[in-house]
């Protein structure tokens, strides 16, 4: 079984519709991010947690919104989604080390906003 | 500000060549390098990572990388490129003085296609 695992894998949806993209990780890491693929971009940092009580906007925030559940779920939400959201959308985690430790991803979510 | 520098949009190498990924960086302090690789349909995966030591680190596939602090780079290298290899990569860096977010930069990546 994947230890970083996502879902939907793709999704299609309107303008103005609400989309919740889920992570769920079995490697019991306390670090969780979220991320977007853009061709040309690399990956930027959408928001990132640290314990469940614990939230941060990375450097694309804007329009988006997270949740932490539990220790091993990290969900990500588009309150009223935009066609410049269309990307694809990956979940990591990471062992709370010094900052040396690398991450761990999800397969992706494909989304397009129609 | 953390940056990464990927020059090199896609590298052409053929198979048995050996191969280079270049990579630049830019921190405040001192950085912490990795590179992942990205195959089809697939989230990236860990290949190497430089926290500290020996300027050459050597990671998974056969993958090598050599940390260059004067140049500021860290290109990544293979010996033998397999058509298994291709792929699209991705350097990072991490600063350790700014650790209070564990944030870690990824360049645009790089696309290799090794030709049989």
């Known amino acids: 079984d994947a230890d970083v695992t996502q879902t939907p894998r793709n999704r299609i949806t309107k303008t103005g519709k609400r989309i919740m993209l889920e992570c769920s990780q079995t490697?019991?890491?306390?670090?969780m991010y979220w991320y977007r693929q853009d061709p040309g971009l690399g990956l930027r940092l959408i928001y990132y947690?640290?314990?469940?009580?614990?939230?941060n906007k990375g450097e694309i925030s804007d329009g988006y919104s997270v949740s932490r559940q539990a220790q091993a779920k990290f969900s990500l939400s588009l309150e009223s989604a935009i066609p410049n959201q269309t990307a694809l959308y990956f979940c990591?985690?990471?062992?709370?080390?010094?900052?040396?430790?690398?991450?761990?991803f999800g397969p992706g979510t494909r989304l397009t906003v129609l | 500000a953390q940056s990464v520098a990927q020059p090199e949009d896609q590298v052409n190498v053929a198979e048995g060549n050996p191969l280079t990924v270049k990579c630049t960086y830019s921190?405040?302090?001192?950085?912490?390098l990795f590179w992942y690789v990205q195959y089809p349909n697939r989230g990236l995966q860990f290949l190497l990572k430089?926290?500290?030591?020996?300027?050459l680190v050597k990671g998974s596939y056969g993958f090598e990388a050599e940390f260059n602090k004067s140049q500021t780079s860290f290109h990544l290298k293979k010996p033998s490129a397999l058509v298994s290899d291709s792929a699209l990569y991705f350097c990072?860096?991490?600063?350790?003085?700014?650790?209070?977010?564990?944030?870690?930069?990824f360049g645009a990546g790089t696309r290799l296609f090794v030709k049989a």
């Open positions: 990591a985690t990471a062992s709370p080390g010094q900052g040396a430790d690398e991450q761990f």
């Open positions: 490697k019991g890491h306390d670090r």
């Open positions: 947690s640290f314990d469940v009580k614990d939230i």
């Open positions: 921190v405040s302090g001192n950085p912490y």
């Open positions: 430089y926290i500290t030591g020996d300027n």
């Open positions: 990072a860096v991490r600063d350790v003085q700014n650790t209070g977010g564990f944030k870690t930069i």
